[in-house]
């Protein structure tokens, strides 16, 4: 079965450094992964995905993820966070190779918060 | 229309009714999903539907739960004698399967159940 890890439930950064959010996956073929933000009363809006190519993808507002099949790993960053990148941030992954199909499965999400 | 679109965005019901919530989904998109948002908490999958497959419905967590998709297009997910604990936003999205499931999911904003 497919699986997303996200092991923090919040990461506080302050305006101006790097964030990075961090997601592991477990899946059985080759994986698709997604980035999402929740805004507060908000849905879910796509940030970015990785399928195939290059590991480092960009996506909305400056953000980008690398992929790293060694470590299974697709973690969020940004060079300089934005007290308005605050919100929920959820990472998603897809395997075709698995009876799902084309099932999403998310993680638990990661709140960050980027203060002055 | 341009998104998903759920109704209603609010639902205030008395524990034991049963309640229906509606998603219309892009127009042309073959997968729709239904997620549970509990507050301040992730998402839970409860039932995918692909095209004319049979739906996926792994994630229901109980026979309370049903969903259905009508011309696979609208889709309703029924709660029957509804529970406190079901109280949370509902969140339906829809994505293109495209080539091998390569293109990312919209969500609408979600209905909120509030269950007293």
């Known amino acids: 079965a497919q699986s997303v890890a996200q092991p923090e439930d919040q990461v506080n950064v302050a305006e101006g450094n790097p964030l990075t959010v961090k997601c592991t996956y477990s899946?059985?073929?080759?994986?698709?992964l997604f980035w999402y933000v929740q805004y507060p009363n908000r849905g879910l809006q796509f940030l970015l995905k990785?399928?195939?190519?290059?590991?480092l993808v960009k996506g909305s507002y400056g953000f980008e993820a690398e992929f790293n099949k060694s470590q299974t790993s697709f973690h969020l960053k940004k060079p300089s966070a934005l007290v308005s990148d605050s919100a929920l941030y959820f990472c998603a992954v897809r395997d075709l190779l698995t009876g799902g199909g084309n099932k999403l499965t998310f993680g638990t999400g990661t709140q960050l918060k980027v203060e002055l | 229309g341009a998104g998903v679109s759920q109704s209603p965005s609010n639902k205030v019901t008395e524990k034991g009714k049963d309640v229906e919530l509606r998603c219309d989904p892009i127009s042309g998109h073959t997968a729709l999903y239904w997620y549970r948002q509990s507050l301040g908490q992730g998402l839970e999958f409860l039932i995918y539907?692909?095209?004319?497959?049979?739906?996926?419905k792994s994630g229901l967590p109980s026979d309370r739960f049903s969903a259905e998709r009508t011309g696979g297009s609208v889709s309703t997910l029924t709660i029957q004698r509804t529970q406190q604990e079901d109280s949370a936003v509902y969140l339906c999205?829809?994505?293109?399967?495209?080539?091998?499931?390569?293109?990312?999911?919209?969500f609408g904003q979600g209905t909120r159940l509030t269950v007293v």
């Open positions: 990785y399928i195939t190519g290059d590991n």
């Open positions: 899946v059985s073929g080759n994986p698709y």
């Open positions: 999205a829809s994505s293109f399967r495209g080539s091998q499931g390569r293109t990312e999911a919209f």
């Open positions: 539907f692909q095209g004319n497959s049979a739906p996926d």
